[in-house]
C-alpha cells in the first residue's frame, strides 16, 4: 500500500509550495524582488513578515497598506502592471534602516508617495481628498441649480397668463373667440378691476383669475 503524499503549504498564502521551500512560487517571487535603486538593499527576513500580515484569507490576496484595497501579482498579457501592482515601498526613504520598514502598497500609490515619508505623504493626500471633495460638491450644487432654473424657465413659458403671471390657461374651445371678461379676453367689460368692488385684487394664479371673471358676471 502506498504512502499518502505528503501536501507542503506555503507559510503566507496556504497554496501548495515545493518540499524544500518556505513560501510558494507566487510569494518567493514577491519577497525576492530585486531594489531597483542604486545602493539600495533588501531584508528579505523583513519582507517576509510584512507579507504574514498584509495577506487576506477571506479574499486570497495581500492588501495595499495604504489603501487597504486588494493587490495583484501578476501582470497583463501584455507584460504590464496594473495601478494596484503589488511592490514593495519604504516607509521613510531617507531613514537609514529603509531596508527593514517595508510595506506592500500599489504600484500607483507607490509612484505618487516618491520619497516622501509617511507623515508628508498622508498630509498631501488628505489636502487632495479635501479639494475633490469640494469640487465634487460644487458640480453637483451647479447641477442643481442649472436643472431648476431650466424647470423653472420650462413651466413660465408653457402656463404664463396674458398679464405676465405663470397661472393655468382656461381652456379654450375651438373656433369660439374669448369672453371679454375671462383670462383670455381683455379684461372685465363692466369696470377695470381696481374700479370694481366686486373684483378681487390681482394675483398671480390661474385660479384667482377665474373667480374674478365669475364676480364680474361674464
Not at 495583484?72 to 531613514?95: C, K, L, N, Q
Not at 453637483?140 to 420650462?154: D, F, I, M, N, W
Request: some cysteine; overall charge positive.
Amino acid at each position: 500500500m502506498e504512502a499518502a503524499t505528503e501536501i507542503h503549504v506555503c507559510e503566507v498564502c496556504g497554496l501548495p509550495r515545493h518540499r524544500q521551500a518556505t513560501l510558494c512560487r507566487r510569494c518567493r517571487v514577491l519577497r525576492n524582488r530585486p531594489e531597483h535603486r542604486k545602493g539600495w538593499t533588501k531584508d528579505g527576513a523583513a519582507r517576509e513578515k510584512r507579507m504574514h500580515k498584509q495577506w487576506d484569507e477571506k479574499i486570497g490576496a495581500f492588501r495595499c497598506a495604504y489603501t487597504g484595497l486588494p493587490l495583484t501579482t501578476e501582470r497583463d498579457a501584455d507584460g504590464r502592471a496594473g495601478p494596484m501592482f503589488a511592490t514593495w515601498e519604504h516607509v521613510d526613504p531617507r531613514s537609514p534602516t529603509k531596508a527593514s520598514d517595508v510595506v506592500l502598497v500599489g504600484w500607483l500609490v507607490n509612484d505618487m508617495k516618491t520619497d516622501l515619508n509617511e507623515r508628508e505623504f498622508t498630509k498631501m493626500v488628505r489636502g487632495l481628498a479635501a479639494r475633490l471633495a469640494l469640487r465634487s460638491r460644487l458640480s453637483t450644487r451647479t447641477r442643481c441649480l442649472a436643472t431648476g432654473t431650466e424647470a423653472v424657465r420650462s413651466h413660465l413659458t408653457r402656463s404664463s397668463d396674458p398679464g405676465g403671471h405663470p397661472s393655468a390657461s382656461p381652456r379654450r374651445v375651438a373656433g369660439r373667440p374669448p369672453r371679454p371678461g375671462s383670462a383670455l379676453g381683455s379684461g372685465c367689460r363692466r369696470a377695470p378691476c381696481s374700479a370694481s368692488p366686486r373684483c378681487p385684487p390681482r394675483q398671480p394664479t390661474g385660479a384667482t383669475w377665474r373667480l374674478r371673471a365669475a364676480a364680474c358676471g361674464t
